[in-house]
């Protein structure tokens, strides 16, 4: 049989923010292709920003949530300013990175104020942050890193789903929050791995748990998805990729390589 994680492997050379190899620009290639594809003739335009990403995953069934997210407010200049601030800092300080935070984004505040930060896969390429997330730099540091590691995988899955539907189980993330299909699993799973590059592996991040790490949020979203029926070709590869970094934690602290900057 052939080993279709071994052909990604070689296709993508791992998964974004877990690679310096990563293959960013192999998947923006196939994800304009897919979208040109879907929407026909439209001259020279590049297919790759949020608004394109909207139009070819828009169906009756996705519509309601795009068009919620589609009228969210923009960010405020100094919020942007912020953003861009941080994401020129974190591109300088971790090698590898800079291209992954170079794709198009629209910023946007969440309609909720209880939300700090979040994105969701039918508004794509789109990340809201809330007030929560410009508390400190720390704050927007890790806000930054978790929503541009959904963004990558919401990439991913245009490629190719990582859920074929067949499990029928709802999973509950570590926080304890409950009714959670597999795909979003294995999306969370990647975030912690992300920010356990940057902060540590074995960092704390949820205020009033303190058990809870980057790395024992990942190792325990991947042990309720493990040999799940519902994962596809590119959702088992995700997992074995995500289960290698995490026992490579297991093994000692393991962060991206930092370059030297100087704050701005």
């Given at each position: 049989?052939?080993?279709?994680?071994?052909?990604?492997?070689?296709?993508?050379?791992?998964?974004?923010?877990?690679?310096?190899?990563?293959?960013?620009?192999?998947?923006?290639?196939?994800?304009?292709?897919?979208?040109?594809?879907?929407?026909?003739?439209?001259?020279?335009?590049?297919?790759?920003?949020?608004?394109?990403?909207?139009?070819?995953?828009?169906?009756?069934?996705?519509?309601p949530l795009h068009e919620r997210w589609s009228r969210s407010a923009d960010l405020s200049p100094s919020q942007i300013h912020r953003v861009d601030r941080t994401l020129g800092n974190l591109s300088k300080a971790t090698e590898g990175w800079s291209q992954l935070f170079r794709i198009p984004i629209r910023?946007?505040?969440?309609?909720?104020?209880?939300?700090?930060?979040?994105?969701?896969?039918?508004?794509?390429?789109?990340?809201?942050?809330?007030?929560?997330?410009?508390?400190?730099?720390?704050?927007?540091?890790?806000?930054?890193?978790?929503?541009?590691?959904?963004?990558?995988?919401?990439?991913?899955?245009?490629?190719?789903?990582?859920?074929?539907?067949?499990?029928?189980?709802?999973?509950?993330?570590?926080?304890?929050?409950?009714?959670?299909?597999?795909?979003?699993?294995?999306?969370?799973?990647?975030?912690?791995?992300?920010?356990?590059?940057?902060?540590?592996?074995?960092?704390?991040?949820?205020?009033?748990?303190?058990?809870?790490?980057?790395?024992?949020?990942?190792?325990?979203?991947?042990?309720?998805?493990?040999?799940?029926?519902?994962?596809?070709?590119?959702?088992?590869?995700?997992?074995?990729?995500?289960?290698?970094?995490?026992?490579?934690?297991?093994?000692?602290?393991?962060?991206?390589?930092?370059?030297?900057?100087?704050?701005?």
């Amino acid at each position: 049989m052939i080993d279709n994680s071994g052909l990604l492997g070689q296709a993508f050379c791992g998964l974004p923010f877990l690679s310096d190899a990563f293959r960013s620009d192999l998947v923006t290639a196939m994800v304009r292709a897919k979208r040109r594809s879907a929407l026909g003739d439209i001259g020279e335009t590049d297919c790759l920003t949020p608004e394109y990403g909207w139009r070819y995953l828009e169906s009756p069934e996705t519509r309601p949530l795009h068009e919620r997210w589609s009228r969210s407010a923009d960010l405020s200049p100094s919020q942007i300013h912020r953003v861009d601030r941080t994401l020129g800092n974190l591109s300088k300080a971790t090698e590898g990175w800079s291209q992954l935070f170079r794709i198009p984004i629209r910023f946007v505040a969440p309609r909720e104020p209880e939300v700090s930060s979040a994105t969701h896969p039918c508004a794509p390429q789109t990340i809201a942050l809330g007030s929560q997330a410009f508390d400190t730099d720390r704050a927007l540091q890790a806000a930054l890193i978790h929503e541009f590691a959904h963004v990558w995988f919401g990439l991913l899955s245009e490629i190719a789903q990582f859920d074929n539907g067949s499990d029928s189980r709802t999973f509950t993330l570590p926080t304890g929050t409950s009714g959670k299909t597999l795909r979003t699993v294995l999306f969370a799973a990647h975030f912690a791995v992300a920010c356990g590059r940057y902060f540590g592996p074995k960092t704390r991040f949820v205020p009033g748990n303190e058990s809870l790490t980057y790395h024992s949020y990942a190792e325990e979203c991947l042990a309720v998805s493990a040999n799940s029926p519902g994962l596809t070709a590119m959702g088992d590869y995700v997992w074995r990729e995500l289960a290698a970094e995490v026992t490579r934690d297991s093994r000692g602290p393991t962060t991206v390589t930092r370059q030297s900057w100087t704050p701005q």
